[in-house]
């Protein structure tokens, strides 16, 4: 009961962090970095834990899920780490406020959905491969504490909408962080809520 308690107590912990900091997640660029070296991404938010991944010294859409002491919480390969922010600088029109694109999946069912806000959104899924494409409208911000947002829209397969809001997520697959949780409502003839994390950019 007290590992289960302590388990709840880290991952609420997590969601206030990503909740409370508006600005994340967020992209970034590594930066000053030489072009024959890399970033590397640690286990701790710390140079004295162990190297768990490395960012190219050009690697850009880097996403910061949440900062500690200096460091930020990034995606290296299939695993969560922390690099340095000393290398790491935002990049402009990188913030979910500004999301000129956004890639939002889960599993049981495996499902992807592509959203470039203002225009469409292509969901794909096992039983449909190709994708079914909605024409959506600005994401716009719901009135919420927690900061959610909103885009909604209709196609042939029925209308969308996605409710995506800053929390602590994991797609249940990897050692993978995310920062975007989303809530996928389809209302056409095969009437589902998804549920999954999101990242910017495409």
Not at 48 to 62: F, H, K, N, R, S
Request: proline content about 4%; glycine content about 14%.
């Amino acid at each position: 009961m007290r590992a289960i308690l302590a388990i709840l107590v880290t991952f609420w912990t997590a969601v206030a962090a990503v909740a409370q900091d508006g600005t994340l997640p967020a992209l970034h660029r590594v930066t000053g970095v030489a072009a024959d070296d890399v970033l590397n991404v640690r286990a701790g938010p710390s140079a004295q834990t162990e190297i768990v991944g490395t960012l190219a010294p050009d690697a850009t859409g880097v996403g910061v899920v949440r900062t500690e002491g200096g460091w930020g919480l990034v995606n290296a390969g299939e695993r969560a780490g922390w690099a340095s922010l000393r290398f790491l600088e935002a990049e402009p029109g990188g913030t979910l406020a500004e999301a000129g694109a956004l890639r939002c999946f889960g599993t049981e069912p495996f499902w992807s959905l592509k959203i470039a806000p203002g225009a469409e959104a292509v969901l794909t899924s096992p039983e449909n491969m190709d994708g079914a494409a909605y024409e959506v409208g600005e994401l716009r911000r719901m009135p919420a504490a927690l900061e959610k947002y909103l885009v909604d829209g209709s196609g042939p397969e029925g209308a969308v909408a996605a409710i995506i809001q800053r929390a602590a997520c994991n797609d249940g697959m990897s050692d993978r962080a995310f920062g975007l949780d989303v809530s996928v409502v389809l209302s056409g003839g095969d009437r589902r809520v998804l549920s999954g994390c999101c990242t910017l950019g495409d």
